[in-house]
C-alpha cells in the first residue's frame, strides 16, 4: 500500500510541475507539427515563440480561403502522444494541441 501511494504521490506531482518536466526531459526547444492528409497545408507550432493553436487556426482558414477547390480541409498531427511520460498525463488531456487526430508517418497508423 504505501508504494501505491508513494506513485501515486510521484504521479501528482509530476503532473502538477509538468512544464518544468518537460523542460528537463526535451532536448532542445519543443515545436508542434501540424498538416492536412495530403500535406497541402502545414503549420510547425511554437509555444514558446507565441504561436498558438488558435493561431494555427486563424492560418488554416486564410489557406482554405484561398483553395476553396481543396479537399483536404482537416488538420492532423503529426505528434504521437506518449502516455508512458506520465509527467504529461494533465498536458495530454487538457491541451488544445492533443485534439486533432493522429496523422503518423507510417500510413497503418493514420486516420
Do not use: C
Request: hydrophobic fraction near 40%; avoid cysteine.
Amino acid at each position: 500500500m504505501p508504494g501505491i501511494i508513494g506513485l501515486l504521490t510521484l504521479v501528482i506531482a509530476a503532473n502538477i510541475f509538468s512544464a518544468y518536466f518537460r523542460t528537463l526531459t526535451e532536448v532542445g526547444p519543443v515545436f508542434y507539427a501540424f498538416e492536412t492528409r495530403n500535406a497541402e497545408f502545414e503549420f510547425v507550432l511554437d509555444p514558446a515563440g507565441g504561436q498558438d493553436v488558435a493561431m494555427m487556426e486563424r492560418e488554416f482558414e486564410k489557406f482554405l480561403s484561398l483553395h476553396p477547390q481543396t479537399e483536404d480541409r482537416e488538420l492532423y498531427r503529426t505528434f504521437e502522444i506518449k502516455p508512458w511520460q506520465f509527467w504529461n498525463w494533465y498536458h495530454f488531456l487538457t491541451s488544445d494541441l492533443y485534439g486533432y487526430p493522429f496523422k503518423g508517418h507510417n500510413t497503418s497508423e493514420s486516420f
